[in-house]
């Protein structure tokens, strides 16, 4: 079945056209290495820069505070690595979330194992941090906090602008995973008094493998990948030119387009959820249900497996996600709805419609009609529907 409703944007995006066409000329136009010096190379210089440029105006940064990287994972791992390796004398305690990428979670796990000390904070029912636990959960030797900006499987976007006071008048470096929310929230990373962010290029219609890391002015941090002087020695590698004049042109567009968008998208993403819980019994919307992204919605239906939805949704030719065990091979459900308290079968049961600027409201209705049947046909042959019929008699 092609797939003909594309509702998994948090996973990944299609390229814009224009992002696409900005491109095409850095393939075999353009192709000269951004360090040499011939007319060739200025091309790609300038791009480079371009793109900087870009990239800092949407952060409300400097464009000498953005480094080009191959992606989200890797920001994420410069930013925890590089700060830990620069300011492991100072101290040895991180402090992040239990709702995490894996990105974060994976790379303080491996820093656990190398003699660091990691508070992972809970959250509450909405997927919300508490500053109060924060506050408390830091100590003498804590060297970085890093909570990430909007969650990419529930939605919920976290309190940036008031950790961001909290660590800078401790004096400690704030970092935040803004992969989900750059392109799709506003962020000023001064007013936020973030001092190391990481984005991605194909979670905002750019493409995949191309990334980058605002790191402020002054921050100490070392280098994740050593050898050439690129990056000003912080990121070694010939740039990917292509990728990071995509990525330029994705942020500028996605916030030119920003305010807009939001509207069209919440409207959607609220007419969504509020379909789906007034058609299908024993839903419930996880996240939180305004501090979220404009277009997520993440909903749990009793008795039934995620997985089973998810195929014969894309029977329909629609596209989707869930928190659900099997797809990631392992046998515990989404960790994220583990944290905001859903119990084993209510994560697995759960279903994740992601949406962009280019999803329709005929998409949206279509949706809402094709799920009802498919929850009723997947709880008809689900032996937990049967025996709480039973019960209910
Ligand atoms: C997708 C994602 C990443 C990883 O980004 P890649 O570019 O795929 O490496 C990290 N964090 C969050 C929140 C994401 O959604």
Do not use: W
């Not at 191959?70 to 830990?84: C, F, P, Q, R, T």
């Not at 100072?90 to 194992?113: D, Q, R, V």
């Not at 804590?142 to 950790?163: C, D, H, K, R, W």
């Not at 992601?354 to 709880?379: G, Q």
């Amino acid at each position: 079945m092609e797939t003909k409703i594309y509702f998994d944007n948090a996973a990944t995006t299609p390229v814009r056209k224009e992002v696409y066409e900005e491109i095409l000329p850095y393939f075999m136009q353009y192709y000269g290495n951004a360090s040499s010096v011939y007319t060739i190379a200025r091309e790609s210089k300038k791009a480079l820069e371009k793109a900087r440029e870009q990239v800092a105006k949407v952060l409300n940064a400097e464009p000498s505070e953005i480094y080009f990287t191959a992606g989200g994972s890797e920001s994420d791992n410069m930013a925890l690595k590089g700060v830990a390796e620069a300011l492991e004398k100072k101290g040895k305690h991180i402090i992040t979330t239990k709702i995490e990428h894996h990105a974060i979670l994976h790379t303080c796990e491996y820093l656990e194992e190398r003699g660091f000390e990691v508070t992972y904070l809970p959250v509450d029912e909405y997927g919300k941090i508490s500053l109060e636990e924060l506050k408390k959960a830091i100590r003498n030797d804590t060297i970085l906090i890093s909570v990430m900006f909007a969650n990419n499987e529930i939605g919920t976007i976290q309190p940036i602008a008031e950790i961001g006071a909290i660590a800078r008048e401790r004096g400690i470096y704030f970092h935040t995973d803004a992969v989900q929310a750059v392109g799709h929230v506003k962020i000023d990373v001064q007013k936020m008094n973030i001092d190391l962010l990481s984005l991605s290029g194909h979670k905002l219609c750019g493409p995949k493998g191309i990334g980058a890391i605002y790191i402020r002015k002054g921050v100490n941090i070392k280098p994740l990948i050593h050898g050439g002087a690129q990056e000003k020695r912080r990121r070694a590698g010939t740039e990917n030119i292509a990728g990071i004049v995509g990525l330029g042109k994705a942020i500028e567009l996605a916030e030119k387009e920003m305010e807009e968008n939001t509207k069209k998208l919440i409207y959607l993403r609220d007419k969504l959820i509020q379909g789906i819980l007034e058609k299908i019994p024993y839903s419930k919307l996880n996240g939180h249900p305004t501090d979220r992204l404009p277009g997520n919605c993440n909903v749990s239906f009793e008795f039934i497996e995620g997985e089973s939805m998810l195929l014969l949704l894309d029977s329909k030719g629609i596209a989707a996600s869930s928190g659900s065990a099997c797809t990631s091979g392992s046998l515990d459900p989404s960790h994220v709805l583990l944290a905001i308290g859903l119990p084993h079968e209510k994560a697995h049961g759960s279903l994740r419609l992601t949406l962009e600027y280019y999803n329709t409201e005929e998409e949206v209705d279509k949706v809402l009609k094709e799920l009802p049947d498919i929850v009723s046909r997947l709880r008809e042959m689900s032996p937990l529907y049967e025996a709480f019929l039973k019960e209910q008699k």
